[in-house]
């Protein structure tokens, strides 16, 4: 499995440094090529030239060395390999890694790459628990690093904890098992390719002024009593990176948002809602916009009567839950009185099968005039994950033609900045129409509407 694979282990300092030797022999053993790294304290561990003879390579150590620039650039180094392993990954570089620094070749090589990263952590085991450690291994998590281990065990200062390095192997395993499962390509970043693809479509010249738009995002909870409630994994971040989309092109845009774990995107009105119903009220208040994108994982379901007071275990029988439908956002608005109706009402179909077919009838069914199908069937990652494989479906409302665009698979920011693009177009051919102006105060305040 590893064989033809380009590692780029980088080397930092710790008395597990010596095991880092051993890795790359076993790397090298299953046909993977190891090209190292060092930070300037794993020079106290292991000497560059033990390092340097079993992986066949020279090491690479120095960020303002001539010769390692003129060789490789730092940028060309990281970027050069398929995958980048920091073993053994001390408490200190994972802290300069969380904060994005970039003061050695090691920092270096990590921040510019775009190839997935496993780490194996190994510290003092006060250290390994230390709350700062925890914060950026958590932050490192979220930035998509993978990580094996450590291991509990007695260690080398005399403490039993985790905090032992990985062993080799469980390290080739790691490795192995990502190669099996990538992570997806990027973070919530555009990649060169995508922001070569939103230049090249001209978005961000403020195409948006003046339009006023409703974006839906995230989950919904659907409370079942006052404790507990019914919800879906949807993590806001298509629908939030939507939203500053927008508001970059020079839209004035409202998010409706479920219960997500996102910060409020700069620029743009937020209102929190928790249930179908309440977002179904917020979207109403603002009515009329120019334009809404339906982003939101809305439950299709709630309980029909939610109980004033906990559940209570009673009796050998569980209670029945009985579910009432939730009213249907998008359908409502696109099917609305002509007077409220936005002159574009966007939804997203996700599918695991057949997805333009699905996503052509749904355009239908709901009355929209444009669906962005994606395939979220197992394995796409494309729940929670940070890139969108999306199939821009539209009806063209003169002629009723369907069209159909198939998007490249880019991060979820590229995804929003082309279809910020495709809606200035849509507005800069669409005949002149004064923007929608709303009348009375913008009130966050919810309050019942009903379908
Ligand atoms: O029917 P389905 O859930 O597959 O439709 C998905 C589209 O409809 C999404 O755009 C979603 O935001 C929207 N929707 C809605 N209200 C619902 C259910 C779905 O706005 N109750």
Redesign the pocket.
């Known amino acids: 499995m590893l064989h033809g694979k380009r590692i780029l282990l980088v080397i930092s300092g710790g008395i597990a440094a010596y095991k880092a030797l051993e890795l790359i022999r076993r790397l090298r053993e299953r046909g993977a090529s190891v090209r190292c790294v060092m930070s300037k304290s794993a020079h106290q561990f292991v000497t560059p030239l033990s390092v340097a003879a079993l992986s066949g390579d020279k090491v690479y150590d120095s960020l303002f060395s001539l010769t390692d620039e003129a060789e490789m650039g730092h940028i060309e180094l990281s970027r050069d390999a398929d995958l980048l392993v920091v073993a053994p990954a001390s408490a200190d570089l994972l802290a300069r890694m969380a904060g994005g620094l970039a003061d050695d070749m090691a920092a270096t090589v990590l921040l510019a790459t775009d190839k997935p990263v496993l780490a194996a952590p190994a510290m003092n085991v006060r250290m390994w628990l230390h709350p700062a450690t925890r914060r950026n291994i958590a932050q490192l998590k979220k930035d998509g690093v993978r990580f094996v281990g450590p291991d509990d065990g007695d260690m080398a200062c005399g403490e039993y904890g985790p905090g032992r390095m990985a062993e080799p192997l469980a390290i080739v395993a790691g490795i192995e098992a990502l190669f099996a499962d990538p992570p997806p390509p990027a973070p919530l970043l555009l990649r060169p390719a995508d922001a070569r693809a939103v230049a090249a479509n001209g978005n961000g010249g403020g195409g948006l002024a003046g339009r006023r738009i409703i974006v839906?995002s995230g989950p919904t909870h659907e409370p079942i009593d006052p404790v507990r409630y019914i919800a879906n994994r949807s993590s806001g971040k298509q629908g939030h990176a939507i939203a500053a989309a927008l508001a970059a092109a020079g839209a004035e845009v409202t998010l409706v948002t479920g219960p997500v774990s996102l910060p409020d995107p700069a620029g743009v009105k937020t209102v929190h809602v928790e249930s179908?119903r309440d977002m179904f009220s917020a979207c109403f208040l603002d009515l009329p916009v120019d334009a809404v994108i339906?982003?939101?994982?809305?439950a299709?379901w709630r309980v029909a009567v939610e109980a004033d007071q906990k559940l209570k275990k009673a009796g050998d029988e569980p209670p029945v839950l009985r579910l009432a439908e939730?009213?249907?956002?998008?359908r409502a608005i696109a099917t609305t009185d002509a007077r409220r109706r936005p002159a574009l009402v966007v939804?997203?179909?996700?599918e695991t099968e057949a997805v333009v077919d699905y996503a052509t009838k749904?355009l239908k069914t709901?009355g929209c005039d444009w669906i962005l199908a994606n395939d979220v069937g197992a394995g796409t990652g494309t729940f929670g994950g940070d890139s969108n494989t999306i199939h821009l479906v539209r009806r063209d409302g003169a002629t009723d033609r369907i069209a159909v665009e198939h998007w490249p698979t880019m991060s979820k920011a590229a995804v929003a900045a082309k279809l910020a693009d495709a809606i200035a177009g849509f507005f800069s051919r669409s005949p002149a129409k004064p923007p929608a102006v709303k009348s009375g105060a913008r009130s966050s305040k919810l309050k019942e509407v009903r379908p």
Do not use: E, H, Y
Not at 326 to 330: A, F, V
């Open positions: 839906t179908a339906c982003a939101a994982a809305v299709d939730n009213p249907d956002i998008l939804g997203f179909a996700a749904k709901k």
